[in-house]
Every structure is written in structure tokens, then in C-alpha cells.
T-cell receptor, first 113, second 116 residues
Framework: AQKVTQAQTEISVVEKEDVTLDCVYE???????LFWYKQPPSGELVFLIR??????QNEISGRYSWNFQKSTSSFNFTITASQVVDSAVYFC??????????FGSGTRLQVQP | GAVVSQHPSWVICKSGTSVKIECRSL??????MFWYRQFPKQSLMLMAT?????????EQGVEKDKFLINHASLTLSTLTVTSAHPEDSSFYIC????????????FGPGTRLTVL
């Protein structure tokens, strides 16, 4: 069975603060993919990153960075110098083979001005 | 990047009517399409997986006679909510898997269904 856990239901920060969203996953497959999506109030999922299980290199894209740790089955997402436009629900997801993605419960991020 | 469209983007219907939602991969062929449902403030829950030319596979607890899925071509899958009731009101999202691709999946913008 596959599972994705996002323990943080809601996070509130003040603009310019750094914030880390946690994601822990479970799978028996040795080959898998991890994703992060942003869901603004409009509802449309915005793809942020895809990582495969063989690539543990951390990634940075502008103010976004991701920390993939296979040893702890975690794939955490950090937003540096948060902005009001970052306010959204963020989902971590796990994909294996040709199956559908398994989503975590999501973390609602509120960035206050 | 690959684009998946959904139509309509929102729909309001009366209880007891049927509603059809279309999911199209606009610039690629999708061997497999997935249908998710998302209730307010909840996560996406997989409803069913449809493969082109074959019957859909439904997740436990999803009524196949109520949620009819047709995947007639490599670019179109439809979800029909039959005899809709207020509890079917939800955000329906489709996802398409790129045929021959490296497990790339692309999501549609979603369809918001409100049943009165």
C-alpha cells in the first residue's frame, strides 16, 4: 500500500518568512516518483516539481527548494521569503508505475502581509 | 507542456439529472486517464482509472453504475454522473498519463459540480 502524509494541516506565516512544508511517504516500490503541486483558490493544480527515487539531489528553483531524504522517506518543500501570492493548498503526491498518483491530505499555507 | 482540458469548468444541475464531464488531452495521446473527486477542504481521492478501449477500474466505494466512465479514444475520456444528488456536489479532476511517456501525468483544470 502507498501512503503520503502531510502532518501540517494549516500553516500561517508573515510575508518574508521562510516556511517548510513536510511530506512523508510510504511505498514498497523501489522505483517511484514524488511530486509537489500547488492548488490556489481557483482549484487548478499547478505542477511544481517531480523527483524520481534514484535522484536524491536537492533542488532549488527561485524561492522554492526541495529536500529529498530516502533514509527518512521524506520530501520536504521550503519556500524562502514567502509572499502573499504563495497562499494556497500544497499537495505532496507519490506515483509508482502506471498507477494514479496518491496524494497527501494537503497543507494550507496562509501568508499574511 | 502537455495540456489537458475539461469541459464544462462548472455546472449546476437539479437533483436527479445526469451530468457529463469531458476530459481531453489536447496535444498528446493518453493511454490512461484518471478521475479524481475533491470535496471542500479535502484531498484528491481517486475514483477510477480508465484505459482507452477497455472498462474502467473503480476504486472501492465508488459506484460504477452511478459514475459512468467512457474512454473511447486516446484523447477523450468522459465521466457521467447519473441521477446526481446534492452529495455528489464536488470538484472533479481528471489526469492523463502520456502514452509511452516516462510516467508523466497531466491534470485538467477541474469541473465544479453543484447539484441543487
Amino acid at each position: 500500500a502507498q501512503k503520503v502524509t502531510q502532518a501540517q494541516t494549516e500553516i500561517s506565516v508573515v510575508e518574508k518568512e521562510d516556511v517548510t512544508l513536510d511530506c512523508v511517504y510510504e511505498t514498497r516500490d523501489t522505483t517511484y516518483y514524488l511530486f509537489w503541486y500547488k492548488q490556489p483558490p481557483s482549484g487548478e493544480l499547478v505542477f511544481l516539481i517531480r523527483r524520481n527515487s534514484f535522484d536524491e539531489q536537492n533542488e532549488i528553483s527561485g524561492r522554492y527548494s526541495w529536500n529529498f531524504q530516502k533514509s527518512t522517506s521524506s520530501f520536504n518543500f521550503t519556500i524562502t521569503a514567502s509572499q502573499v501570492v504563495d497562499s494556497a493548498v500544497y499537495f505532496c503526491a507519490l506515483g509508482t508505475g502506471r498507477r494514479a498518483l496518491t496524494f497527501g491530505s494537503g497543507t494550507r499555507l496562509q501568508v499574511q502581509p | 507542456g502537455a495540456v489537458v482540458s475539461q469541459h464544462p469548468s462548472w455546472v449546476i444541475c437539479k437533483s436527479g439529472t445526469s451530468v457529463k464531464i469531458e476530459c481531453r488531452s489536447l496535444d498528446f495521446q493518453a493511454t490512461t486517464m484518471f478521475w479524481y473527486r475533491q470535496f471542500p477542504k479535502q484531498s484528491l481521492m481517486l475514483m477510477a482509472t480508465s484505459n482507452e478501449g477497455s472498462k474502467a477500474t473503480y476504486e472501492q466505494g465508488v459506484e460504477k453504475d452511478k459514475f459512468l466512465i467512457n474512454h473511447a479514444s486516446l484523447t477523450l475520456s468522459t465521466l457521467t454522473v447519473t441521477s446526481a444528488h446534492p452529495e455528489d456536489s464536488s470538484f472533479y479532476i481528471c489526469s492523463a498519463r502520456l502514452a509511452g511517456g516516462n510516467n508523466e501525468r497531466f491534470f485538467g483544470p477541474g469541473t465544479r459540480l453543484t447539484v441543487l
